[in-house]
């Protein structure tokens, strides 16, 4: 059964979002104004829209490193988002965290991880929990095809599938890490190709259209749900921009090419959404148009409010340190 | 009073708490088996759920604890400390960090258990004493009982506690047995030991001597010997080393004038590293002698118990240091 | 081409030399003259014995805390390992390492691990140099069912596979870690069929029989001479003792039945690997009898070695720490 | 003299060993398009054996270098500080303790190369500062290069070591510029800096302060301020951590009397409290005044640029614990 308008145009929303709100954080990074690293997922916004679009608020999520389209998609506000980037105090984890640390507790975000992989147990954990529990909500985690290689993944399939626990393993094939291409780091064609080795479904998606994502991801996630396990998504995808923001100097690097890039930005997440739903006639173009209106709003905003909102006061340092 | 053995002890807190809070559960290679002797028939009474036997695989099932404790689970992991290195990541960047990084949001509470085996032929690969590694990363609290009534109130303590808790249970206190009062004959009903409180093990006039882990109990036989020649020493076992409670330390030094610490840990970077330089830089004006550490031996742990018993602190060891300090 | 007799009856010595090696071990344990930590290799002789036959003296192997059957089986001396299990200085690490850590660098053992699986990385390491220096050893490595799960594995096949280094993963299934089933712990029915995941080949065979260990590995070996990179191979196998001398209590646990011991106590390696030789005219069982005598006759003697060797001087704690 | 970077020196001591010996080689994430900033140009001159692009596995490629090492290999590994935790197994249970648990037949001679970002936003998960970690822990050397002199001399001594060597790049030293001497114009044709021998960066009289990786930096500044009021102190940098130059922080205090450290790794078990130690140990009687830790508050290190400044030491932190000392 396919999705319907509400969902198709949130799904929409959701991308514009994270598209806008990454075009800014590129903005005040090269102004200055942002100082902290910061990773941008502008090219892979159907995966996490697509996947989230999937769970409920209930359920809940982990990340990485590229880490500010999976709480957006999960529905995260984006002024909290906006101002722990500026290390402010009105942010998600007060200004604790910054980029690479996002996390909203109150609606399933887990939290993102700069250590990369090591969400993946911790996405594990709590879908233990679940079971534990006898709740019904699931876990999923978003990590790379670099990420993939990491003993923490094996450790976790190994378990989760042991256990039939209900997580969603999401792997965000980009191709990359850095400058190292997925066909020089995983030693098989496709990460997903190792979901026999564990013994659970695995998946590959088109990464670059959020509804084939999200039809994939809400069948791992109603296998989940009913105490059937496991599911390896891996949602071929690309990143548009550079590995991570003052990193520019790696463009140099021979890692990938400009005609792969064009190639790539040609199948643009947001404009292959909007073209399925106008030539479907879902929406109209003019109601695409509002969403992204709305959307670079919002952004503004939230820039509004980041900027507005203090800095910690310096005795904050001490505090959350202890629960 | 009852007596009982360390690790009857810690079967026992296990169990009280298993009982008391459904969240409470165990997790780790064999423990249905019991193979280090804490949880047996806890299978039995708590089922698949909540005894858990996990491959080995210490990041992917340390993390697993971890995140279920973010969703209101409350793990006690048991395994040894040689483990650890394999399951640092979680524990360093997950559990120690997640808390503070997320601006308060996460709760963790995770108790693992760790054996830390001593002078019985375990070889360098089963006799790490890392305490010190976890003292220095902040976010988790550290734990050291050296007998059955702190191991069981301690224990209790830390797994009700909302952070990240380690316990490091001695090979020399794991053989020990000891009083532990019946909950019936407490004024609470239950063994509760606070953090942060140091025990004073011994009142003595003429050095603190300070004992981690295992070294108390060398401290103890070590004051024996002393005392028949006329010396007293005040041995103090810090019981948590995170907290640490600075301040018992202190007053002692105040009224001795003299320090040793005994850590069968390596000597360097140490948590007697760590408390002797408190000690030199907020008792100076008390001291009245160089301050001594009695600790481990800057190499790897041997295997042939020809060369084993010489890397650890002695008695002997800590009465040389103790008279060193009296001049 | 099967092997000749010469290697035949050298695989015979092996497994012998082993065995009673092993009870040799038990008994001064029993009595006390041995106190460190003891994992008895009995009843999977044929594991090692016929993976190291198709080994030459360069080749590189390193193992884990079932450590005795490793070096031995790829040409130890007995006194050294002896020596070392009763913390001697003739042992063959000076009394430094024990049980768990028996190496002797001269004829290629790299060492055994007591921390499980670290050694996966270690001989991976030296297939790389293998590689690097264009030389045509191989490495091998021995690890548990349990080991299989931990990280480490997943990243040295990946690693292994990618670059095409000449290293045999050898799994010795007996179908426990401690106390815990492999069909708990591994989440695919057997550690062979995570091969694929690597794109290695992936072997599983009847560990109880030491031609066919002998041939599989001998493949798996002139693949990695070739250049034609790593293999997995997965010896099913049984151990017929306790995990390790001095944890007797965890027999009372039911984790395994006595009916499973006895039945594949039927399967005895060296029973069968005799069987084959006399069935086949290779040998007489004289000449296997003889065979048993010499071994047994080469433990004793190491057995007086140990207990003459004297023990290491105190200043000897100080050293061996720096090259 | 040639005026350069700090990661041009690390890069020359690497491209010149690399010339020298066919054995020492390159390993890490992203290498090859030199992502930090020390590999530029390598693979092209040395090929895929020598410049090794790994998958993102350090547990595994820590492993694979020092399993390398022990038949004749002689790895640079490149990673950050950060990412220790997750390699930490192969670090301490192989390369710290092999050659010692098998009786001296192994040699390791591993370098790693680690990068430690200081207040740049990096937060908790890029933040650490572990080198006391690894001072700890028995069979590893610990050096903490603070110029481009010192980098590439160390560098180069550390890859012709045959043990494991950890390089700590401070993200204060990093950016540093500085004198390196061309090879032609060195004595033996080339720059060798060697371990264990601490550098006095700064005479003085009044305290001695001894200054770990970016700490250095931080002493200098106090120093300048510190003698317009007619304080002179002594600068002190150990260089290599292990081996430590004990002998020259020794003669020092007993010189001047006092001492301050200066760390900004976390305070707790910290080479600052290591140091503190020995000092309280074996030159109590020299002391006129309090040891004084001047280390990083013991808490994560947050992302705010408002916060993050406040965790490191600073001049005036230094200048305040000297000021203590001298009563
Ligand atoms: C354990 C660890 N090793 C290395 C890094 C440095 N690093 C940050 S992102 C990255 C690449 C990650 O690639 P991938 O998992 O594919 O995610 P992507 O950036 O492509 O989204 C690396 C190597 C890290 N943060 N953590
Ligand atoms: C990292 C680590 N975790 C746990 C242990 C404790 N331990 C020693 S042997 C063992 C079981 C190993 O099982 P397997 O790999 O199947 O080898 P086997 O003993 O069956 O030969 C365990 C859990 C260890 N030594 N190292
Ligand atoms: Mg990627
Ligand atoms: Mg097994």
Redesign the interface.
């Known amino acids: 059964m396919p999705p319907e308008k509400a969902a198709l145009m949130q799904m929409l929303e959701r991308m514009w979002r994270i598209r806008i709100f990454e075009e800014a954080v590129i903005e005040i990074h090269s102004s200055g104004e942002l ?3 910061a990773h941008p997922y502008i090219g892979e916004e159907a995966v996490a829209v697509g996947a989230c679009a999937a769970l409920r608020d209930t359920d ?1 999520i ?1 990340g990485n490193h590229r880490s500010h389209g999976h709480p957006i998609a999960k529905g995260g506000d984006l002024n909290g988002a906006m101002a ?1 980037l500026l ?2 105090s009105g ?11 996002l ?3 109150s609606i399933g975000i ?2 993102e ?21 006898r709740k019904d909500f699931v ?1 999923m985690v978003f990590f790379g095809d ?2 993939s ?11 989760a ?3 039939n626990l209900p997580v969603i393993f999401l792997c965000e094939n980009n191709q990359y ?4 291409s997925y066909k ?6 496709h990460v997903s ?2 979901a ?5 479904p695995g998946v590959l998606v088109d990464g670059q259209d959020a509804i084939a994502v999200y039809e994939v991801t809400l069948q791992a996630v109603e296998r989940a749900r009913a105490g059937e396990g496991p599911t390896l998504i891996e949602a071929l995808t690309y990143r548009f921009e550079d590995h991570s923001l003052g ?1 520019e100097k ?1 463009r140099d ?1 021979p ?1 990938r090419s400009d005609e792969e890039v064009d190639e790539w930005r040609k199948r643009d997440p947001i404009q292959l959404h909007e073209k399925a739903l106008t030539s479907t006639a879902v929406a109209t173009s003019e109601e695409c148009d509002a969403v992204q209106a709305r959307a670079r709003a919002d952004v503004a905003a939230a820039l509004v409010f980041a900027r507005n909102s203090p ?2 006061e ?1 005795q ?8 | 009073m009852p007596i009982m053995t360390y690790m009857a002890a810690i079967a026992e807190a296990t169990r009280e708490e298993m009982e008391r809070d459904e969240a409470v559960y165990l997790m780790g290679e064999d423990i249905r088996a019991s193979i280090y002797g804490a949880s047996a028939g806890l299978h039995a009474i708590f089922g698949d759920d909540r005894v858990i036997d996990t491959p080995l695989s210490e990041n992917g099932f340390f993390g697993a604890a971890i995140g279920s404790s973010l969703v209101g689970q409350r793990p006690i992991v048991e395994t040894v400390t040689s483990f650890f290195w394999v399951g640092m990541d979680q524990m360093i960047s997950q559990a120690a960090k997640m808390r503070y990084m997320f601006g308060g949001q996460a709760t963790l509470p995770v108790t693992w258990r760790a054996r830390m085996f001593y002078a019985r032929g375990a070889a360098a690969h089963h006799s790490d004493r890392n305490y010190n590694i976890f003292m220095s990363t902040p976010g988790l609290k550290v734990i050291c009982p050296t007998n059955p009534y702190d191991a069981k109130g301690l224990m209790k303590t830390a797994v009700r506690d909302n952070n990240p808790c380690l316990i490091f249970e001695d090979g020399i206190a794991i053989s020990s047995r000891g009083e532990v009062p019946a909950n019936e004959d407490l004024p609470g009903g239950e063994l509760l030991v606070p953090f942060g409180e140091a025990r004073i093990v011994r009142a003595g006039t003429d050095c603190t001597v300070v004992g981690i882990a295992g070294g108390v109990a060398h401290a103890e036989d070590a004051a024996k010997v002393l005392e028949q020649e006329g010396i007293s020493i005040e041995i103090i076992d810090p019981r948590t080393l995170v907290p640490l409670d600075k301040q018992t330390i202190l007053t002692s030094v105040e009224k001795t004038g003299r320090l040793v610490v005994v850590d069968p840990a390596h000597e360097v970077c140490s948590a007697a590293s760590e408390i002797s330089s408190i000690v030199a830089q907020e008792a100076f004006w008390s001291l009245q002698a160089p301050i001594m550490k009695v600790a481990a031996e800057q190499v790897n742990v041997p295997y042939s118990p020809a060369l084993e018993p010489l890397v650890y602190p002695t008695p002997e060891r800590v009465i040389n240091a103790v008279k060193h300090t009296m001049g």
Chains 1, 3 share one sequence.
């Open positions: 100082q902290g690293p809940y982990a722990e290390g402010k942010g998600y984890c007060k200004g604790k965290g910054g980029s690479m640390h996390a909203d507790f887990l939290g991880s700069g250590i990369v992989a090591s969400s993946v147990p911790i996405a594990t954990g709590a879908a233990l929990a679940a079971k534990q529990q876990s670099g990420a290689n990491q003993g923490a993944c094996h450790e976790s399939m190994n378990m599938s042991l256990w890490a850095i400058t190292t020089n780091s995983v030693s098989v064609d190709d190792r026999p080795a564990y013994n659970m990193l790696v690097s890692y800095y910690p310096p904050e340092l001490f505090e959350d340190m202890w629960a």
